[in-house]
């Protein structure tokens, strides 16, 4: 990916998300010298990746007059919290504000914290919207606007780590700092959006993830989770190397080509094909397949041995989600019987296949259920100009 600098001449040119090279090309731009470069971007990069500063006055070990030219040249960005919220779990959920776009449009995006005892995962949007309409997913109602640059992408991860104080030397001196070392252990493109149809900028953002002497998140802690957009999944693993989850939820195209409209395009067949070819596989690296159980639509003990069948040979687990009602949704969730002996047929059959323990419902934090306020608010925006 390239960012076009001079497009940014009449603002500040924004730091977040930029790689190495890209964040050099940005410092010779305002006059560094090159013999300097590679020193300041190491410095820039653990500043705002290490660190977590968001002023370059803190940023003590460069000098006063690079750090004038930055303030007036640059920006480290974060999007605005509107809205967060804590559901009785501990679920964390944000509602974030996008900077203006080129048609000063300022849009909204959700993301969700849950914490468990050994891990904590955040889940992270990568488009405004969704171009998908899955039938059981809220955030597919919710029309799509435009992809998330690398910048609103890795700001989100940001604003969480503010939020939970989730930087090394807030850890330090935290009254019960978390057994793993950190607070955000994982993080999941399962937000709003389909990542792959952004490809470009979620590669980018889950090479700035994993850069070890930045936020430094294993490449086994970061998972892209694709409704099955074929020709994008061999990038993503070799471009990246990141955990692939597949959202699958049904064992025969005639199922899922209601379920996922996706599925008509990339039927089951070349989407598994697709899977036992990524790069890297092993019992060490497994796919994930989700699969939402929903009553009298997927969840027979026959979808069950199918399942079992078409994962037969691939290095994976299944995760079964309890379907997350959402107001006017036309599905029901299987009853807990049916998903247990669902789940006893997947285990049989050698696959583990965990029931999720659906999270953050009190506050439409769990799976499915993420669409952000814009469209309401904004019609409420007209609504008070017409009165």
């Given at each position: 990916m390239t960012i076009d600098i001079a497009s940014q001449t009449q603002?500040?040119?924004?730091?977040v998300g930029l790689e190495r090279g890209q964040l050099a090309r940005v410092l010779a731009d305002i006059g560094v010298p090159e013999r300097q470069s590679k020193m300041r971007v190491q410095q820039l990069w653990h500043w705002i990746y290490h660190r977590g500063v968001r002023s370059f006055d803190e940023m003590t070990n460069i000098s006063k007059d690079l750090r004038a030219t930055l303030a007036r040249r640059c920006a480290i960005s974060r999007p605005e919290v509107v809205v967060h919220q804590k559901s009785v779990d501990g679920t964390r959920k944000w509602l974030l504000r996008l900077a203006p776009d080129a048609h000063g449009q300022r849009h909204e995006v959700e993301m969700v914290f849950?914490?468990?005892?050994?891990?904590?995962?955040?889940?992270?949007?990568?488009?405004?919207?969704?171009t998908l309409n899955c039938s059981f997913c809220h955030t597919g109602?919710?029309?799509?606007?435009?992809?998330?640059?690398?910048?609103?992408?890795?700001?989100q991860v940001l604003v969480a780590k503010d939020a939970l104080g989730d930087w090394p030397m807030l850890i330090e001196r935290h009254p019960d700092p978390?057994?793993?070392?950190?607070?955000i252990t994982n993080v999941v493109f399962m937000g709003m959006g389909e990542?792959?149809?952004n490809p470009e900028n979620v590669f980018a953002a889950c090479r700035v993830l994993a850069d070890g002497e930045g936020l430094a998140l294993s490449k086994r802690r970061i998972t892209v989770s694709t409704a099955g957009v074929v020709p994008e999944i061999p990038r993503l693993g070799a471009e990246t190397g990141v955990m692939l989850a597949i959202s699958l939820h049904a064992t025969t195209d005639d199922v899922r080509d209601e379920l996922v409209p996706l599925n008509r395009k990339y039927p089951i067949a070349g989407l598994l094909e697709a899977c036992?070819?990524?790069?890297?596989?092993?019992?060490a690296k497994r796919i994930t397949f989700e699969y939402v159980m929903l009553k009298g639509v997927n969840d027979s003990e026959a979808d069950a041995r199918r399942l079992v069948a078409m994962l037969r040979g691939i290095p994976a687990k299944v995760n079964l989600i309890p379907f997350n009602p959402w107001p006017d949704s036309r599905h029901a969730c299987s009853d807990w019987e049916t998903i247990e002996r669902f789940a006893e047929i997947v285990n049989d059959g050698g696959l583990a296949a965990p029931i999720r323990t659906p999270r953050g419902r009190d506050i439409l934090a769990a799976c499915g259920q993420l669409k952000s306020e814009s469209e309401r608010l904004a019609a409420r925006r007209r609504s008070r100009r017409l009165r």
């Open positions: 603002t500040r040119i924004d730091l849950i914490p468990e005892e050994d891990r904590g995962t955040l889940c992270i949007s990568s488009q405004v919207g969704c109602t919710q029309r799509w606007v435009r992809n998330l640059t690398v910048a609103e992408i890795i700001g978390p057994a793993a070392g950190r607070f990542p792959l149809y036992r070819a990524y790069p890297g596989l092993s019992n």
